[in-house]
């Protein structure tokens, strides 16, 4: 069975639309992460959380929100998507900040 | 510059050939993973390697830490490796990942 889930697996919005991005582990992993992968960027990091109601800032923070709810709920927010927020999105969990990370399917999205 | 680079960019192999991939790194790091990536985006941990050599079926991983590089060896490969490998490093709380290596594979 899946360790990591996110839903939805495919996503169509228009621009200035709100998005919400799920992700479920069943790790009982403390590191939540989320991630965005484009052609020519490679993946890149946007939020991670160290625990339930922790957030901390990535990479590519820009236009995005989270939230950590339970240690095993984190949740992505587009609250006004753009087109440049199109991408593939993965949630990933570790045990701690430097042990193996276990991603998601992946969730793509596009913004019209 | 890029802290990860990963080489070839691409390689075709036919079925039954070996494959050595290459992945280096300009600075220090806690950990290192290689993922396989299947046409279509799902990600999947191939090796999660700090250090030394760990072994998986026809797949074989040797880091070493000092000399800043990390290999993936496939043996006799298969028209299923097909696809994009990816190595990433861990540097403290997040991957910082290559571009990765596309690998065909024909028949």
């Known amino acids: 069975e899946a360790a990591v889930t996110q839903s939805p697996r495919n996503k169509v919005t228009v621009t200035g639309g709100n998005v919400t991005l799920s992700c479920r582990q069943t790790?009982?992993?403390?590191?939540m992460y989320w991630y965005r992968q484009d052609t020519g960027h490679g993946l890149r990091l946007i939020h991670y959380s160290y625990g339930a109601g922790n957030l901390q800032i990535g990479d590519v923070p820009d236009g995005y929100k989270a939230t950590r709810t339970t240690q095993e709920d984190f949740f992505l927010l587009l609250e006004l998507a753009s087109p440049s927020q199109t991408s593939l999105y993965f949630c990933?969990?570790?045990?701690?900040?430097?042990?193996?990370?276990?991603f998601g399917p992946g969730t793509r999205l596009t913004v019209l | 510059g890029q802290q990860v680079q990963q080489s070839p960019t691409s390689l075709v192999l036919q079925e039954g050939e070996n494959a050595e991939l290459q992945c280096n790194f300009s600075t220090s790091l806690n950990s290192m993973q290689w993922f396989y990536q299947r046409p279509g985006g799902s990600l999947v941990s191939v090796f999660y390697?700090?250090?030394g050599t760990k072994q998986s079926g026809r797949l074989t991983s040797t880091t070493v830490i000092k000399e800043r590089r990390s290999s993936l060896h496939i043996s006799s490969s298969q028209i299923t490796d097909s696809g994009t490998y990816l190595c990433?490093?861990?540097?403290?709380?997040?991957?910082?990942f290559g571009t990765g290596t596309s690998l065909l594979v024909d028949p």
């Open positions: 390697n700090p250090s």
């Open positions: 990933a969990s570790s045990d701690n900040n430097y042990a193996e990370q276990f």
């Open positions: 790790n009982s992993h403390n590191y």
């Open positions: 990433a490093i861990n540097m403290g709380y997040k991957l910082t």
